[in-house]
């Protein structure tokens, strides 16, 4: 089962190592289909060698750490204030865009903004 908590607890980690996108790059290389653990501990670990973390006991330690699950926490709380509330979101000014939308709803939310913003 995915946790996002984990995966993005594993993301601040690599960061830690300058290593947030290679990481990213592993996590997203192929669609996976859900719930069938692609995000659990030992993957995520997997995926931080494949990325290149360096080290690995460090990635594992700062993963677990109170900072991580800090970090994790205010990203979040800030996305619920600012209306996220699912993956796949996007904020086209303050105005959220939640899930997989089509291109036309972008489009009218970019025109909207720009209204307004004149």
């Given at each position: 089962?995915?946790?996002?908590?984990?995966?993005?607890?594993?993301?601040?980690?690599?960061?830690?190592?300058?290593?947030?996108?290679?990481?990213?790059?592993q996590?997203?290389?192929?669609e996976?289909?859900?719930?069938?653990?692609?995000?659990?501990?030992y993957?995520?670990?997997?995926?931080g060698?494949?990325?290149?973390?360096?080290?690995?006991?460090?990635?594992?330690?700062?993963?677990?750490?109170?900072?991580?699950?800090?970090?994790?926490?205010?990203?979040?709380?800030?996305?619920?204030?600012?209306?996220?509330t699912?993956?796949?979101?996007?904020?086209?000014?303050?105005?959220?865009?939640?899930?997989?939308?089509?291109?036309?709803?972008?489009?009218?939310?970019?025109?909207?903004?720009?209204?307004?913003?004149r």
């Amino acid at each position: 089962m995915r946790n996002p908590k984990t995966s993005a607890r594993a993301a601040w980690a690599a960061g830690q190592q300058d290593r947030f996108w290679q990481l990213h790059e592993q996590a997203y290389l192929t669609e996976g289909k859900k719930n069938i653990g692609a995000f659990a501990t030992y993957k995520l670990i997997d995926m931080g060698r494949a990325a290149g973390v360096k080290d690995l006991d460090r990635f594992r330690e700062d993963m677990a750490s109170d900072e991580a699950s800090a970090v994790v926490g205010k990203d979040r709380e800030e996305g619920h204030s600012l209306g996220v509330t699912s993956t796949r979101a996007f904020l086209i000014n303050d105005v959220p865009v939640l899930g997989g939308q089509p291109v036309a709803t972008f489009k009218q939310t970019i025109e909207t903004a720009a209204e307004q913003a004149r």
